[in-house]
């Protein structure tokens, strides 16, 4: 599952930060997933408890925000939020747009001790 392995990439950047900090216990991790990142944010959810097992990570509870797909339109510079995925201006139709949000996958926040 592509979800799981995501989680443990997740699990390892916390762990290594708690090594850095010597924190031993993680208590919540907050991600940021993009709409468009492709990640599906209930088998994040699903695989978590299984990932985090046997790790400083272990009944650390996941919030995951999730994050609308943002363009900003080059030709007349105004933003759209569209709910499906298209690359063109809702305001002018040009197609002349860069995607400024919902691609991310990153960790926003995390409480350890
Ligand atoms: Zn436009």
């Known amino acids: ?8 990439s997740v699990i390892d950047s916390v762990e290594k930060i708690c090594q850095d900090d010597h924190l031993s216990k993680v208590k919540e991790v907050t991600l940021e997933i993009g709409s468009m990142s492709g990640v599906s944010k ?3 959810l ?8 046997q790790t400083l ?3 650390c509870h996941l919030v ?10 080059l030709a007349c510079n ?8 298209v690359m063109y201006c809702e305001h002018c139709g040009s197609s002349n747009v860069r995607m400024q949000r919902g691609n991310e996958l990153k960790i926003k926040n995390m409480e350890a001790y």
Request: aromatic share 8%.
């Open 78 to 85: 105004k933003q759209s939020s569209p709910d499906v995925f």
């Open 46 to 53: 699903f695989c978590w408890p299984l990932a985090t097992k």
């Open 42 to 44: 209930s088998a994040l």
């Open 1 to 8: 599952m592509h979800e799981l392995s995501i989680a443990r």
């Open 64 to 73: 995951v925000n999730e994050i609308p797909l943002t363009l900003e339109c």
């Open 57 to 59: 990570l272990e009944d």
